[in-house]
């Protein structure tokens, strides 16, 4: 017996092998031990928080604390981002979905409500479930936010779910339906629309009026083109009904996206990295879903999409959990050749709540119709920890090796470009004064910059740092190799030392005052693991790395000490808010002023 089944498992692998389909063929893997998988960035990604929950807030559209499943549209030179929104916890009601906007990705509008929390009509049951509706409102959910139409007009979607009890599911095809709504040229929303309804809810029984007595052609045309969309109508297959005779592959394949080949084949994708491939748009499939060969992806949201070099892109998280975020790169759109970081933090978890996981997660890009985006760059938008909004901008063409030395000054964004920058909203890292500057006003997170140069075993790195206090924040800066392991570390801490990291203890390397600028060289030799630290032109400083490494090839500097939780170990759910959750800090700002880099 177990003979049959191992030769039926070759069988299948080798068929497997065999197909013509989406497959990882590089042979870099992500360690969970770190929240960056021990992964290379690709060079230039810059992190950027567009939303932070603060339950203190009076404004409801931040003051809720589940917030994810974003979506991304880049529509009349802007961009737009939806996400759903839930007090507490996920499915659990009211929910409502949100939206944000920006011109240029780094400044994004506060979230504004465009799609209310719904009440249900009391008395509605579902079979199976015991209790019935009493002044119980809707739950979101979607996994189509956008779509542009053959007019050139920009329509937001969501779903209407309904959660009677704890652990009743909302995409069980027996929720409320779809609802469309205009988003306007000036900033304005048209009125809103059902789409398409689940079975047991129609024009008589909902409280918004159903698309085709709207009177608007230009919104009924771009209705019945998503209708008759099979591509659209498969991200819809989790929350229509289960015999919705619209959408072509009726099984419980979760979160689809796609892409088109240069032949013109269609690649899906769904969590768990299945994958297939249509040759007729959608409407019939050359296999079953199967998860693409050499690919780790597991209940979370993957990414793929043509990028404007001519080549394809994934993006996801390539681990069973839901960090880090990565990025992979093939020239055909089926061999992905390579894996680079794109967000490797995890920032607390402030406010405890249901199936809240850990992480970067649900990561979504813009789909083909949604508009490009000026810069030519890959844009994925996706949440933290289901907690908090965030963007990411990640350059095109993917590169993750700088093969000239560093000599950087920064007199306008644009100097940052190749700089790898995190950025919460109350930690931003920005050019400004002519410095790349990190100011930390957030006691559970940092700003970070980091550069890549050419890796070497010995090499001298200069740079110049002005702190504007010495009695809050801290920044600490290292050296760090490929899979971002720091040999030395130089911190200025709270009390205006300026302490260099030697083992389990910290020695001082002197002091600083506010608004005074300090200049570092560091020469560095791996293989004997001395550096030498010169502030000021002063007298050289003689030290041991702190940890081995073979070379070294980034500087980071962070406004906070590393962090280490969660780990591969730590329980799944978070039901406690942090202390002060609330809280600011007072805020630490660090100029950079420049930086040069040279090997020996």
């Known amino acids: 017996m177990r003979l049959a089944i191992t030769i039926l498992l070759i069988i299948n692998y080798s068929l497997l092998i065999g197909q013509d389909t989406v497959r990882y ?19 230039g990604v810059h992190n950027i928080q567009t939303m932070r929950a603060n339950r203190a807030d009076k404004n409801r559209t931040t003051s809720w604390t589940y917030n994810h499943a974003t979506m991304l549209a880049y529509w009349n030179n802007t961009f737009y981002l939806e996400y759903l929104s839930d007090s507490i916890g996920e499915h659990i009601p009211p929910g409502q979905t949100l939206l944000q906007s920006s011109k240029d990705g780094y400044s994004w509008t506060d979230p504004v409500i465009i799609f209310p929390p719904y009440k249900i009509p009391d008395g509605f049951t579902k079979e199976g479930v015991k209790e019935a509706a009493k002044n119980t409102f809707a739950v979101m959910h979607q996994r189509m936010g956008f779509y542009t139409s053959k007019a ?31 988003i306007k040229k000036d900033g304005s929303f048209g009125e809103i629309y059902f789409l398409r309804y689940n079975h047991s809810f129609n024009e008589q029984n909902t409280s918004y009026p159903f698309y ?5 052609k230009d919104l009924t045309a771009a209705c019945e083109e ?3 969309t099979p591509l659209l109508m498969m991200q819809t297959v989790e929350e ?17 996206s796609y892409y088109r080949l240069k032949d013109g084949r269609v690649v899906a994708l769904w969590k768990y990295a299945l994958t297939s491939i249509s040759k007729d748009n959608g409407k019939t499939w050359q296999y079953g879903p199967t998860r693409a060969p050499g690919f780790v992806n597991a209940n979370a949201k993957i990414w793929g999409q043509k990028t404007s070099d001519g080549k394809y892109a994934t993006v996801y998280n390539p681990s069973e959990f839901r960090w880090p975020l990565a990025v992979s790169v093939s020239d055909d759109g089926l061999k992905y050749k390579n894996l680079l970081l794109v967000n490797g933090e995890i920032t607390s978890l402030r406010y405890g709540g249901a199936y809240k996981s850990y992480g970067p997660q649900y990561v979504r890009g813009i789909q083909e119709m949604d508009g490009k985006p000026a810069d030519g760059n890959m844009w994925v938008s996706y949440s933290m920890n289901k907690e908090d909004i965030w963007v990411s901008k990640i350059p095109v063409p993917v590169k993750d090796k700088e093969l000239k030395p560093i000599d950087e000054k920064f007199s306008k964004a644009s100097t940052v470009n190749s700089w790898n920058l995190y950025s919460p909203v109350w930690c931003r890292a920005i ?5 790349l500057t990190l100011a930390d006003s957030d006691p559970f997170d940092y700003a970070k910059a980091e550069r890549v140069f050419p890796a070497s075993k010995n090499c001298v790195v200069e740079f110049s740092v002005t702190p504007q206090q010495n009695n809050t924040g801290e920044l600490q800066i290292e050296l760090a190799d490929a899979k971002g392991t720091p040999c030395l570390r130089i911190m200025l801490d709270s009390t205006g030392s300026i302490l260099t990291k030697q083992g389990y203890r910290n020695k001082s390397l002197g002091k600083y005052n506010a608004g005074e600028m300090l200049s570092f060289k560091i020469e560095l ?18 030290n041991l790395c702190f940890a081995p490494v073979a070379s070294v090839e980034r500087i980071v500097f962070r406004t906070g000490a590393v962090r280490r939780f969660p780990n591969a170990d730590t329980p799944t759910d978070q039901d406690y808010d942090l202390p002060n959750a609330d809280a600011r800090d007072k805020e630490a700002v660090f100029q950079i002023h420049y930086l040069k880099t040279k090997a020996l």
Do not use: C, M, W
């Open 152 to 182: 050139g007009k920009l329509y937001a979607l969501a779903y209407y779910g309904i959660v009677l009890a704890p652990k009743d599911d909302p995409n069980d095809g027996n929720g409320v339906g779809r609802v469309i709504r205009e």
């Open 212 to 216: 085709k007595s709207s009177g608007d």
């Open 431 to 435: 050019v400004k004064d002519n410095a």
């Open 25 to 43: 063929v590089g042979g870099t893997l992500s360690n969970v031990d770190y929240h960056h998988g021990q992964l290379s960035p690709a060079i």
């Open 240 to 256: 229509a009904d289960r015999n919705d005779p619209l959408i072509p592959l009726q099984k419980d394949f979760k979160a689809f």
């Open 525 to 542: 030799n791996t293989t004997t693991r001395f550096y030498t630290v010169t502030i000021n032109g002063g007298k050289p400083n003689n």
């Open 226 to 228: 998503i209708l008759s």
